[in-house]
C-alpha cells in the first residue's frame, strides 16, 4: 500500500520560508512523477510544482523563482522549498506521486500553510 505523508507546514509572516516535506512508502519516488498541490479555502486544487521521473520541473506562474521542488532517493523524500511567502501562498499543500504505467495515482492528507500579511 502507497502512503505519503506532509509535514513541514506552519504559520509564517509574508516574505518567509518553509521547507515542505513529503515521506513515501510502498513506492518509490525515483521512478515515479512526483508534484505538489495546493487548495487555498474556496479555491480549486491546483498543482504548483512537479517533477518528472527524469528529474524536470514545472511550475506554476505564480511560484516560479520562489519555490524549489527536490527529490532524496535516498530518503525517498520529496520537497517544496518555498520562499518569498505571500499570504496568496496559503492553503493546505498536497504531495501526489502518479505511474501511468501501473495507474498509480497517490496523494497524501495534506499540511496548512498560513501566511500572515
Known amino acids: 500500500q502507497v502512503r505519503l505523508a506532509e509535514s513541514g507546514g506552519g504559520l509564517v509572516q509574508a516574505g518567509g520560508s518553509l521547507r515542505l516535506s513529503c515521506a513515501a512508502s510502498g513506492t518509490i519516488f525515483s521512478i515515479n512523477a512526483v508534484g505538489w498541490y495546493r487548495q487555498a479555502p474556496g479555491k480549486q486544487r491546483e498543482l504548483v510544482a512537479s517533477m518528472s521521473i527524469g528529474g524536470s520541473t514545472n511550475y506554476v506562474d505564480t511560484v516560479k523563482g520562489r519555490f524549489t521542488i527536490s527529490r532524496d532517493n535516498a530518503k525517498n523524500t520529496v520537497f517544496l522549498q518555498m520562499n518569498s511567502l505571500q499570504p496568496e501562498d496559503t492553503g493546505v499543500y498536497y504531495c501526489?506521486?502518479?505511474?501511468?504505467?501501473?495507474?498509480?495515482?497517490?496523494w497524501g492528507r495534506g499540511t496548512q500553510v498560513t501566511v500572515s500579511s
Open positions: 501526489n506521486t502518479r505511474d501511468p504505467a501501473t495507474l498509480l495515482n497517490a
